[in-house]
């Protein structure tokens, strides 16, 4: 059945409203006063959650109480960490099915998951597997978005991009010259908000529709390595001096991060799940150049890489990304 012309996303539900990536999603679509969006929450405590979101408690061990929540609800936004239970996801769409809401946008927001490479790095299986779920039970379209790495987290967290900000060491992969697409947070929460504000249908302009069952492509910057520091060093106020620069084939590091994964070292597998990015002349998340870029139709602002930069430092001199994945 052709959508509606008029018909318009109204009610949200949202999972990890509070979280890393989630605030950001809450914060946007909050500024849009046609939503009316609530956060299915495990604590009956919402004293943190911003003014204007709803809440409603759920009990993963009681689908029932999933189903209930979503019922009404026009979309359903998963952002799940990666401590999450393995099926909490199916749970959620099996419950957004039983509820009958139209659309999701699934666990979806980093690189393309229908690319081979996502293969390689291990996080393409799952991912489609979650996709498949939501067709096969034919009541819900998904729409994922594709943003490759968060900037802030990617550029913040040690040796992920191959700079340690804290520790002032670079690793340039080859010669730090493969470009890829990465968005900050906020550009990612832009991204979402805009989307859901589509008309669902229509013969004019861009649709809702028009991406379901689809990625959507999104980026604030396309960086290479050489750039990132350069930027590190405008907003510091360092020289390329007061860094401990090395060199190393991405390729080879994707193979020395896979045997720390074997030995059972957590940051293997981020390694190679980002050196896999950076092989040289591939391209393999530069989705601007071998795909497109959806930042126009969603009337996505062009966003300054220093000051996103700035942050990044601000949070590697906080320690944030031990205190995310290392705090006792």
Known sequence: MAANPTTRIRN??????????????TAELLK???FTVTALTRTPDTSS?????????????????????????????????????SDTHSKLVRAAAEAGVPWILPNEFGGDTNDPVSDE???????????KLIEDLGVSSWVGIVSGFWYEYSLSGPGLYGIDIAKKEVMFFDEGTQRLNTSTWV??????????ALPVGGDDGTTLSSYRNQMVFVSSFAVNQREMLDSINRVTGLEDKDWSVKRVGAKERFEDAGRMMAEGNRMGFAYKLYTRYF?????????EKTKRLDNEKLGLPVEDLDEATRK???MAQDGYFAKLHYAS
């Open 12 to 25: 949200i539900a949202i999972v990890g409203a509070t979280g890393q990536l989630g605030k950001y999603i």
């Open 32 to 34: 849009n006063p046609n």
């Open 49 to 85: 959650f911003p003014s204007g979101l709803h809440a409603i408690p759920v009990d993963y061990s009681d689908p029932s109480t999933l189903t209930a929540a979503l019922k009404g609800q026009d979309a359903l936004i998963i952002t799940l960490a990666v401590t999450a239970p």
């Open 121 to 131: 790095t291990h996080t393409g299986p799952p991912k489609r597997a979650d996709r």
């Open 187 to 196: 550009q990612v929460g832009r991204a979402v908000a805009s989307l859901l």
């Open 279 to 287: 092989f040289p002349g591939e391209d393999a998340s530069l989705f």
């Open 312 to 314: 990044a430092v601000e």
